[in-house]
Nanobody, 118 residues
Framework: VQLQASGGGLVQVGGSLRLSCAAS????????MFWYRQAPGKQRELVAG??????TNYGDSVKGRFTISRENAKMVYLQMNNLKPEDTAVYYC??????????????WGQGTQVTVSS
């Protein structure tokens, strides 16, 4: 199982970016997909998550600006609007995947850099 994240880049304050994360490989089910971020000198924090039932949750700092969505069980997007300098971080895709029934593991993508310039 692999997660491939893409879509990061450099954007000005107030701009938008859309991140994508694709899961590939053979597995039984995807039980949730999430975006985390880590800024230099800070701990990794949850940005947004979406369950297999399409329930979503967001970190307080991104509510109202970011939207997580799924195209299908293997593809998730993070639409980021009204970006702020404090959104600058490496963004990581995470998924709770069951490779076989009855077992679920965390998988991580490689990270994609988002830089918001003022």
């Amino acid at each position: 199982v692999q997660l491939q994240a893409s879509g990061g880049g450099l954007v000005q304050v107030g701009g938008s970016l859309r991140l994508s994360c694709a899961a590939s490989g053979i597995f039984f089910s995807v039980n949730g997909m999430f975006w985390y971020r880590q800024a230099p000198g800070k701990q990794r924090e949850l940005v947004a998550g979406i369950t297999s039932g399409d329930r979503t949750n967001y970190g307080d700092s991104v509510k109202g600006r970011f939207t997580i969505s799924r195209e299908n069980a293997k593809m998730v997007y993070l639409q980021m609007n009204n970006l702020k300098p404090e959104d600058t971080a490496v963004y990581y895709c995470n998924s709770k995947i069951a490779p076989v029934p009855g077992s679920t593991y965390d998988y991580w993508g490689q990270g994609t850099q988002v830089t918001v310039s003022s």
